[in-house]
């Protein structure tokens, strides 16, 4: 076992076990027993989180990557010693909130720029302000210095940008002129060009020696650009937008040539890697992210804060990621063996299905890539057998009950059929006028129900499979996903424009019951699935509750048809475990109340619904989860481990570990909080 990978790696017990070196980083650890394991090198993909009590404004490294600074709502500045993550001191001075941070390249002194208006430099080695650089009205929104260290360059709401001397703080010139706030200002890799960006979408550039405007580039039509980055190389410009989007353009040609979706919210902060291969983003969602600069692909989910994530930067080195948030915390994210893994495999798309094989025994799950996999539905190890469906990129999936057919679509009206275990094509199911949004096999397997972007619902008869009959036609409606009941007597059809559910009476061709949600933490139904005894409906949503069970009390005597029991359904409370949209849900065929989630952060999460005895009281919980983006160690024994770094130590313990007597690398010992 030494040295092995188990990244994203669920249950199990590892007494006396030999953990040299293996990468745990995202494994699902709780509750197991890690007695006398020898730890020496263990990466475990976190490192402790630091409480700084009020809102995080700004953090940064210092270029020889010893020093960390972190600025609060309150004024001061914490410098922490980025070896042990042991406060070093704390800068204080400004009045009012401090909005931006950046080091000296000698790694000997630190600017900070506040709402009061000013810049001050501060020596690392004293925490003494060695210089005040004052001219701005109104709060300093960013500095950033040269490359050589000559100059620094600050930004205002005054709508200025300005550049001192860095060695003896003298303005050197205002360039004037914006007409509009400047939010941000960095200098590019050569040091020869500065960049500001505005709140209105503009960013400009600046020759340093003259002072005279370099350009001009327009940030696209994505709408509001909340921050934006240069790459090392000085080739990029990233841009990060009030809803989520991400843009990089050429600087040269001053083109986009990359963008995607990257949170659900708005984009809070951007940053490019030192070698600018990855780009790490971070969202009011409360999550980070980090992508394939090359091509946009999701490299990790990082989670843990509770509050928008206004600040994230890379570590010196690249194998870093620090998150800054409202939270009052600052998490630190290793990411070595992550971007290894993303080198040499790279990484399928987002998961857009789950399903569990016939026997309960293995969980599917089928890619935006069009690739199918299958796992261990007990500890979640993957088996090895990897299909890869020659049809690109894939919308939507959904696997026949027998499990020997796959049905996709890549945004278009059709839906193809194919052989799951060869990949060999079979028929086109073509009648929709416009993009598939769902759909779905009937228990019995010989039918398929499908919506579509056209607001129509239709059966098709797979014996026929020509043009499918028309079950609903409504312009109000709008049905986004469905499913069937397991008798196939009821369709449930969610719809994308309201929170509300539909149950299809397909026998008498009538809505014949209506679950619906009042609040608005939900948002158009995404996914639905009935369980295999009928009285349980899962379905999920966007917004921050995106998944809802259903339950169905027991029926009383006489009655017996489904269509009878409107008052029957009530909403029963889900864990808030997601960090995304959920793509899919699906039911365990022959484990009572247990589902499987996807999501489109690339997680899959397994859950047991604990029925109290009464069947009306019911408690969720997680089982175990793939790609979960942290460390899961509620429960954790460490007793008597030999070898553990310290700073892991606090990791284990801050994530609910139980230390008893652990021997760390040093031979400190790690107790528990």
Same mark, same amino acid.
């Given at each position: ?104 390249? /000698? ?151 990359? /963008? ?19 780009? $790490? ?16 692909? *999701? ?35 290793? *990411? ?61 999936? $959904? ?24 990949? $060999? ?53 709008? !049905? ?5 009941? !397991? ?24 809505? @014949? ?11 158009? @139904? ?28 027991? *029926? ?7 269509? /009878? ?14 960090? /995304? ?8 065929? @022959? ?83």
């Amino acid at each position: 076992m030494p040295r092995a990978d188990l990244s994203d790696f669920d249950p199990a017990q590892f007494q006396e076990a030999d953990l040299a070196g293996i990468n745990l980083s995202r494994s699902w650890l709780r509750e197991a027993d890690f007695s006398r394991a020898r730890e020496e090198g263990v990466q475990f993909g976190e490192l402790p989180h630091l409480e700084e009590y009020d809102a995080v404004r700004s953090c940064c490294y210092s270029p020889n990557g010893m020093l960390f600074a972190v600025s609060r709502d309150i004024g001061e500045v914490t410098l922490y010693n980025s070896l042990t993550w042991e406060i070093i001191k704390g800068l204080r001075g400004h009045r009012g909130k401090i909005n931006d941070l950046v080091f000296s390249p /000698d790694s000997r002194r630190l600017a900070s720029a506040g709402d009061d208006g000013t810049i001050r430099v501060w020596g690392c080695e004293s925490g003494e302000a060695l210089l005040v650089l004052e001219g701005h009205i109104g709060k300093v929104s960013s500095v950033t210095v040269s490359p050589c260290g000559k100059y620094l360059a600050s930004a205002s709401v005054d709508k200025t940008v300005r550049m001192w001397s860095f060695e003896t703080g003298v303005m050197l010139s205002i360039l004037k002129d914006y007409g509009e706030v400047v939010a941000r200002v960095e200098f590019t890799a050569g040091g020869e060009q500065l960049v500001s960006g505005s709140e209105v979408e503009i960013i400009r550039f600046c020759d340093v020696q003259t002072g005279e405007p370099a350009g001009m580039l327009w940030a696209s039509n994505y709408g509001e650009v909340k921050c934006f980055a240069v790459s090392s190389d000085g080739l990029r410009i990233a841009f990060g937008y009030r809803r989520g989007a991400v843009q990089l353009q050429d600087i040269t040609t001053r083109s986009p040539n990359l /963008d995607f979706q990257a949170h659900t919210g708005d984009i809070l902060d951007i940053a490019f890697s030192p070698n600018s291969k990855w780009i $790490a983003t971070s969202g009011s969602d409360t999550t980070v992210r980090v992508w394939d600069a090359t091509n946009g692909a *999701l490299i990790s989910v990082l989670s843990g804060h509770s509050l928008d994530v206004d600040v994230v930067l890379f570590s010196p080195d690249g194998l870093q990621v620090s998150s800054g948030s409202r939270d009052g915390t600052v998490r630190l994210w290793d *990411l070595t063996s992550t971007l290894s893994n993303a080198e040499q495999q790279g990484y399928s798309g987002r998961v857009v299905a789950v399903a569990y094989s016939p026997d309960g025994e293995t969980v599917i799950t089928g890619s935006e890539d069009g690739s199918v996999r299958r796992w261990c539905s007990l500890w979640g190890s993957e088996d090895g057998r990897v299909l890869e469906l020659p049809t690109g990129k894939v919308k939507l999936m $959904a696997l026949s009950p027998d499990r020997t057919q796959v049905a996709t679509t890549n945004a278009e009206s059709m839906i193809c059929l194919r052989n799951l275990q060869t990949g $060999a094509p079979g028929p086109i199911l073509d009648g929709h006028s416009d993009d598939v949004l769902a759909f779905a096999y009937s228990p019995c397997g010989r039918w398929i129900a499908s919506s579509g972007q056209d607001n129509s619902v239709r059966l098709w008869d797979l014996h026929n499979v020509e043009q499918g009959h028309v079950l609903v036609k409504a312009d109000t409606t709008s !049905p986004s996903t469905l499913t069937y009941s !397991p008798t196939d007597q009821l369709l449930a059809i969610g719809t994308a424009n309201r929170n509300s559910i539909h149950l299809w009476d397909l026998e008498n061709d009538e809505s @014949v019951v209506h679950l619906g949600l009042s609040d608005a933490d939900s948002e158009g @139904v995404k996914c639905i699935a009935f369980s295999p005894c009928g009285n349980w409906i899962a379905s999920g949503y966007t917004g921050d509750n995106p998944v809802r069970l259903w339950h169905r009390r027991r *029926l009383q005597s006489g009655n017996s048809m489904e269509k /009878d029991q409107v008052e029957s359904w009530r909403s029963v409370p889900m864990p808030k475990g997601f960090f /995304d949209t959920v793509t899919s849900i699906t039911w365990n065929p @022959v484990k009572p109340l247990e589902i499987v989630t996807s999501s489109q952060d690339r997680s899959v999460r397994v859950w047991r619904i604990l029925d109290h005895g009464d069947g009306r009281h019911f408690t969720v919980r997680m089982l175990w989860g793939i790609n979960l983006g942290r460390l899961h160690m509620s429960g954790l024994v460490i007793g008597n481990v030999t070898g553990l770094e310290p700073v892991y130590g606090r990791v284990l313990v801050e994530g609910g570990g139980v230390a008893e007597s652990c021997s760390v690398k040093e031979g400190t010992p790690v107790s528990e909080k």
